[in-house]
């Protein structure tokens, strides 16, 4: 199993970043997974960031990217997206993709079985 995160970099406050995250190897079908983004700064804990379901129905967010952040899905290609959109230094942390088996999205990172590498954001002011 592999999901491999990219798009990570140095952006400006204010600025927009595109995560992508590709999938290969997941038990079943890619569409039967709930996929979700989490994030983690340094000397923080990983953190929910957004969350959607097997069939992009339904998606959830952290209060903090609400409204800046959209996670969306392409099942064709096995892919995860993350915009995120009008930055700020707060967002910078690794940024992590991740696969559950129940297709319903969830924001507790245990219930997750499948995790990729982080993709490095950084945002300055």
């Known amino acids: 199993v592999q999901l491999q995160a990219s798009g990570g970099g140095l952006a400006q406050a204010g600025g927009s970043l595109r995560l992508s995250c590709a999938a290969s190897g997941l038990i079943g079908s890619f569409s039967a997974y709930a996929l979700g983004w989490f994030r983690q700064a340094p000397g923080k804990e990983r953190e929910f960031v957004a969350s959607v379901a097997w069939d992009a129905g339904v998606t959830t967010y952290t209060d903090s990217v609400e409204g800046r952040f959209f996670i969306s899905r392409d099942n064709a290609k096995s892919m995860v997206y993350l915009e995120m959109n009008s930055l700020k230094p707060e967002d910078t942390a690794d940024y992590y993709c991740?696969?559950?088996?129940?297709?319903?999205?969830?924001?507790?990172?245990?219930?997750?079985?499948?995790w990729g590498q982080g993709t490095q954001v950084t945002v300055s002011s």
């Open positions: 991740a696969a559950d088996r129940l297709s319903v999205p969830r924001r507790n990172k245990y219930t997750y079985d499948y």
